[in-house]
């Protein structure tokens, strides 16, 4: 449990000042969100200077890293900084979808199964448990292969329709602990209604546990879809980064020695996820005192 999961609604202002002060001044929030920050520029800005596109084939194949090709090129002498700007701004797309759509189906079904309990609780963790066993990845590999889902708004709402269950059973726990507070019996005396109560009282107390919910869940679609792209089941127009190493493989970009074709892909997947999960790392320390770093 976090710390501004434990306050009442009226110390929610002093905590969040005081998790402020910490978050600037702990390393590993500030180094994870400023390398995930980073990337993202990079992502928005290079198709926008650069323009083009990413696909277009050049007239130097195989070329290295040099002025004129930052990243150098591939077998078809397309510029791979340029696709790997695109790639950047696919890979973050994916997961602000997938991730935002499986946080909201968790919060939802977490917040009412956790708040309601009885009947509705049961329900709503059956459903859970259901989709839990599902094996998210063949569900993934069937509904691309045969639907023909090739496009990243879709492969992110798939991703996010599969992977809310684990958020929805935290969430659930952390909701069954708060819905007898003080707090919560004193809104529900004064006639508030359970959206109210869930939306006012329940989720500001555990919105510090709730943020760093989506952040894993943001993490967890990209890796999804990196791995649906590297096998061949990525959007069949634009670039992303999985598709850049899938093509990389598929043309012995290793074999040939073109280390710069899967490299920056590769670098810039495990950067993304490994950023994510050292900020989220340093949140932990922010909102829970017994682990800061004095």
């Known amino acids: 449990m976090t710390a501004l999961q434990e306050v009442a609604p009226r110390e929610r202002a002093g905590v969040r000042r005081e998790a402020l ?13 400023g390398i995930v920050l980073a990337l993202l520029l990079l992502g ?55 991730g935002g759509i499986a946080a909201a189906i968790g919060m939802l079904v977490g917040f009412v199964a956790g708040y309601r309990g009885g009947l509705v609780d049961e329900i709503l963790n059956m459903l859970t448990n259901i989709v839990l066993v599902i094996p998210t990845l063949a569900v993934l590999l069937i509904i691309n292969a ?49 959206w109210r109560i869930i939306t006012r009282e329940i989720a500001p107390n555990m919105s510090s546990y709730l943020f760093m919910t989506f952040i894993l869940l943001f993490g967890g679609s990209i890796l999804i879809a990196s791995s649906l792209d590297f096998i061949g089941l990525g959007p069949t127009e634009g670039v992303s980064l999985g598709l850049m190493l899938q093509n990389a493989n ?7 020695g073109l280390w710069w074709w899967f490299v920056p892909p590769g670098a810039a997947i495990t950067a993304i996820v490994g950023a994510l999960y050292v900020a989220n790392v340093g ?11 004095t």
């Open 146 to 194: 045969y639907l023909g889902i090739r496009s990243v708004s879709v492969q992110g709402l798939f991703i996010g329709l599969t992977s809310w269950p684990w958020a929805a059973r935290a969430i659930r726990a952390q909701t069954f602990s708060l819905r007898t507070r003080e707090f919560v019996d004193l809104a529900r005396m004064s006639g508030a209604g359970t």
């Open 44 to 98: 928005l800005i290079v198709p926008v200077l650069l323009g083009g596109n990413p696909n277009e084939y050049g007239t130097r194949p195989m070329s290295p890293p040099s002025a004129e090709h930052w990243f150098g090129t591939t077998t078809f002498g397309q510029d791979i900084f340029l696709q790997f700007g695109h790639g950047l701004r696919s890979t973050f797309a994916v997961g602000a979808i997938g």
């Open 283 to 293: 949140l932990d320390e922010v909102f829970n005192p017994k682990l800061r770093e």
């Open 21 to 33: 002060y910490f978050a600037v001044r702990n390393g590993k929030l500030v180094t994870g969100f």
């Open 250 to 256: 598929q043309w012995s970009a290793l074999q040939l």
